[in-house]
């Protein structure tokens, strides 16, 4: 079993609907990342939380340290939202491990 | 501003033969790693470094080699490629090595026949 595991692996959706991605996770952590991949191959740091909720734009991300969950929600979604986001967690005085990803597909 | 700098973007190995995968950052950033991303798989560290002069293994370290002489770059270097070896490379910076923001380059994907 990965130490980091997101759902769904595959998520379509209409342009303005909600979005949520979660990660969750087996391991204590002192950080967790969200990162975007973008259809050309990049890849954008979203967020980087060790607790609570951030807040960019149409992006939100939440984590719950005691559930071992993260959450990444995008509000009125748009074609250009249509990327891979992947959950990476660093275990307490380790390296970063990373998920799958999480193809999400936004039609207008 | 550049940011992470990778080269090259495409490369056709035949098995065997060797090449180097370059990233250079211009952030003056202390953390600098290698990643390989295979279908169906998380990104897995190959090998990182903390600084000048200092490098060490991560997960998949086999059959690659790095080496940090200076703060700017991080060369990758395969010394006898396998086509277990295909796949995307990607170079990352990060001011320290719990940085609050990862930079990636651009990726490199690499075939090896």
């Known amino acids: 079993k990965n130490e980091v595991e997101q759902s769904p692996q595959n998520l379509t959706a209409q342009e303005g609907e909600f979005i949520t991605i979660n990660c969750s996770y087996s391991v204590g952590i002192s950080a967790l990342h969200w990162l975007q991949q973008h259809p050309g191959g990049g890849i954008v740091s979203l967020f980087m939380l060790s607790s609570g909720k951030k807040k960019h734009g149409r992006l939100i991300a939440t984590i719950n340290i005691q559930e071992k969950h993260s959450s990444l929600h995008i509000t009125a979604s748009h074609p250009r939202d249509s990327a891979v986001y992947i959950c990476a967690v660093r275990p307490s005085g380790s390296r970063l491990t990373f998920g799958e990803g999480t193809q999400l597909t936004v039609n207008p | 501003n550049a940011g992470v700098t990778q080269t090259p973007k495409f490369q056709v190995l035949k098995t065997g033969q060797s090449m180097t995968l370059q990233c250079a950052q211009d952030?003056?950033?202390?953390?600098m790693s290698w990643y390989r991303q295979d279908p169906g798989m998380g990104l897995r560290l190959i090998h990182y470094s903390v600084g000048a002069g200092i490098t060490d293994q991560g997960e998949v370290p086999n059959g690659y080699n790095v080496s940090r002489s200076t703060t700017e770059d991080f060369p990758l270097r395969l010394l006898s490629a396998a086509p277990s070896q295909t796949s995307v490379y990607f170079c990352a910076s990060s001011p320290t090595l719990a940085g609050e923001k990862l930079f990636f380059g651009s990726g490199t994907q690499l075939s090896v026949l």
């Open positions: 952030m003056n950033h202390e953390y």
